[in-house]
């Protein structure tokens, strides 16, 4: 019998010195003292030898024995769990971190730097101008006359609220408000957004892009005209790039012409690109026409000026080979993250 009970202190000695760092360690202490073949249990088992008379004072023993044991297991049991939680905060700060999700520039955000950058080089201010605009800045000022295709409804889009308003429908609205503020010398680029009814395809859409350029001074001629678009498209395409100009109409200048490069797809050889002509189209230019500079108060007979116009989904369609104007708008990643480099 005191053999038992000195069995049982050495055993409840043992438990309290036990200490457990991982699961696996507590529940060895589970099986050790709790388990079917435990040593709680076997000490229960000796109830059986124990007299008559001493079976509920030992069994009031072997309860708390019972109760200490188990009273330890949670309180293990509890020290692992706080501690993985423990381990969680323990975090190694010193970890490289996760790489942020970072896009790309659109491709024609990126040529429109590009052009911004080449001008800029040549003294070119950037102008910027509303989007909405209204008939007088967009065509009356440009010569456009009222029997003009482009004013047509179906051409424009008009607010229908009122009449005099549109969706500009090039950027030279930009330009007459240049001329309305500022006296010359002028000398911007517009580049931005414009809007024309057209039933989208893989060659048109009804928004675009446009840049277009205004110069304006003293004895500005043509042949300055020429040799600034030439410096253009070489910083643009490359050195070895060809120019040549035919003669066109556009109401706002006089003379006009529009310009081409040599095609850089084949190399002047012939492809699809520039329909077997070794030629493809880059923009329209021309001499400010007298009556344009009148409607800004700008004389005539002291100051010329050059303009031009180019869309910009044309010259990344030629600089990045982009053969689907869609391709601009659709914000599909697979198209967009190719320009990763080109910045
Ligand atoms: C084209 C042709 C052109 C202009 C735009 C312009 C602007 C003012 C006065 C006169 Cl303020 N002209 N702009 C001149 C000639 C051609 O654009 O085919 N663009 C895509």
Known sequence: ?????????????????????TGEAVEAFRIKYLGT????????????????EQKKQFGQVLNDFKQFA??????????????????EVDFDWTLPGDPFPVGTRHPLSIVSNKIIDIFHRLSFAVAEGPEIEDDWHNFNSMNIPADHPARDMQDTFYIHKNPDWLLRTH???VQARVMEKQKPPI????????????????????????????????KVSFADLK???????????????????RPSYFPFTEPSAEMDISCLICG????????HTGWVEILGSGMVHPKVL????????????????????RVCQLKYRVNDIRLYSQNDVRFLKQFTSAL
């Open 268 to 275: 002047g050889e012939g492809c699809n690109v520039c329909k």
């Open 227 to 245: 040799q600034t678009l030439y410096f253009f498209v070489q910083e643009m395409f490359g050195k070895e790039v060809k120019i040549r100009f």
């Open 294 to 313: 009148q409607n800004f108060k700008i004389d005539p007979n002291k100051y010329t000026g050059f303009a031009f116009g180019m869309g910009i989904e």
């Open 171 to 173: 950027t030279s609205s």
């Open 1 to 21: 019998m005191d053999e038992l009970l000195r069995q049982i202190e050495n055993y409840k000695v043992e438990i309290a010195a036990y200490d457990a760092h």
């Open 70 to 87: 188990e009273n330890k297991y949670h309180e293990l049991k509890e020290k692992i769990s706080s501690n993985q939680q423990t381990t």
């Open 37 to 52: 073949k435990g040593i709680v249990k076997t000490v229960m088992g000796e109830m059986r030898n124990v007299p008559n």
């Open 187 to 218: 000398r911007v680029i517009c580049p931005g957004r414009v809007y024309r009814n057209e039933t989208v395809s893989a060659r048109a859409h009804c928004f675009f892009h446009q840049v277009e350029g205004l110069y304006i001074d003293e």
